[in-house]
């Protein structure tokens, strides 16, 4: 469940284990092993407990190496959903920052819930957006999305059936620095009552370590994906290219202009890191 040094903490049947790795698996293995992952156990006669083996990963959360322009970092093994949780207020909910987790998500080919948090705290003059409005862009594209008030209870059940089950990462802006940064130094993972499993990883959030290729970036947003079909030149980008089939959605409101708006500035990151080493 977590690492400290060199001793793993292991859940099996109801208890937390500490155990080390056994040597063959210390240095013969490709992967280290990650949080996540479903391990053999020697369960020795003087009580030491060591990891025989790791089983076959059905899932990678990867994030880019710190300190390196290339390559990629396993974090976390059998991930079965990103839930990227944003507020309304306390830090007031940011489209671009949101829309930053959902490509990162995507770019690891994950499902992800979105959770909208801290309703109740919002007070909406006439004509300024309420949860429902912030929701509604991303439910058109496709993505499941669950409005949360931990004061009122709102919607609480529904999460929890959400992660029943499941082992879930949490990322998403954070209301002590709104900038998605939390004191996490190494991935863990607790239990979700009664078997569902929450991982909390540090690099997910610093998202400024991430990577995207242009490719994930269009992936992670799929109004836009489905319309490149639409586009005048095969190889059109969307990023003011003549007949354009998303801007001219954009322009009749079929298009959220802050959906757009992300998506060409994280495509313009992309295209930038992807660029040749000079």
Not at 24 to 43: C, F, S, Y
Request: glycine letters at 10%; proline letters at 6%; a positive charge.
């Amino acid at each position: 469940m977590s690492r400290a040094g060199g001793t793993y903490r292991v859940y099996r049947d109801g208890e937390v284990l500490a155990a080390s790795l056994r040597g063959r698996v210390k240095h013969g293995a490709e992967e280290r092993v990650l949080v996540g992952d479903r391990v053999t156990l020697g369960l020795h006669r003087d009580g030491s407990v060591t990891i025989e083996g790791v089983e076959d990963r059905k899932s990678l959360l990867r994030r880019r190496s710190p300190g390196k322009r290339r390559g990629v970092r396993a974090v976390a093994a059998n991930v079965d959903q990103v839930v990227v949780v944003g507020s309304v207020r306390e830090p007031q909910w940011d489209p671009y920052l949101v829309d930053r987790f959902l490509a990162v998500s995507e770019a690891n080919q994950l499902p992800v819930l979105l959770v909208i948090n801290k309703s109740d705290l919002a007070v909406w003059p006439a004509g300024s957006a309420g949860p429902a409005d912030l929701a509604a862009p991303y439910e058109a594209a496709g993505y499941e999305v669950v409005r949360t008030s931990a004061r009122t209870g709102e919607e609480l059940d529904t999460l929890h059936r959400r992660l029943g089950g499941r082992a879930s990462v949490f990322t998403g802006p954070t209301a002590r620095s709104g900038a998605g940064r939390h004191t996490t130094v190494t991935a863990e993972m607790h239990l979700f009552e009664p078997d569902g499993f929450v991982i909390d990883t540090p690099g997910l959030r610093d998202i400024g370590l991430w990577g995207l290729e242009p490719l994930d970036v269009v992936h992670a947003f799929p109004e836009i994906a489905r319309l490149a079909p639409e586009c005048r030149f095969d190889n059109c980008r969307h990023l003011g290219e003549p007949r354009c089939a998303v801007e001219a959605a954009s322009a009749r409101g079929a298009v959220v202009p802050s959906r757009l708006w992300s998506y060409r500035q994280l495509l313009r990151e992309a295209l930038e890191a992807a660029r040749p080493w000079s």
